[in-house]
């Protein structure tokens, strides 16, 4: 299987425990899925502090597993932060959506969650 994310800054965080790096992927399955959700919903809307509230919240644990998709969320975050309704963001969401639903189901395998 194709590994999208990296644990490297995730190891270092936890020093090695094992356990703590499950906590934090669990969390991560708890958090960023339903983030993304929201902002999905949020640009159908033209939310746009849903938008950036929900980009704002994920950005560190998507920069902390090295997921390949941090400056399509930026660009997302700064969408919903100067509410700019002339920018068309829907290739940016389309790759942040799809890599999360893939990093979802690599942490559920590869942590048995």
């Given at each position: 299987?194709?590994?999208?994310?990296?644990?490297n800054?995730?190891?270092?965080l936890a020093s090695g425990d094992?356990?703590?790096?499950?906590a934090i992927a669990a969390a991560?399955?708890?958090?960023?899925?339903?983030?993304?959700s929201e902002i999905e919903v949020g640009i159908n809307e033209g939310d746009f502090v849903k938008v950036y509230q929900n980009a704002h919240k994920i950005k560190p644990t998507i920069q902390l597993f090295?997921?390949?998709v941090f400056e399509d969320l930026v660009m997302i975050q700064n969408w919903g932060k100067l509410e700019q309704k002339d920018k068309n963001i829907a290739n940016e969401f389309k790759r942040l959506s799809a890599i999360i639903k893939?990093?979802?189901?690599?942490?559920?395998?590869d942590f048995k969650l």
């Open positions: 299987m194709e590994v999208n994310y990296s644990l800054k995730v190891t270092e094992n356990d703590f790096i499950a991560f399955l708890d958090e960023v899925p339903e983030a993304v090295d997921i390949p893939t990093v979802t189901s690599e942490l559920k395998s």
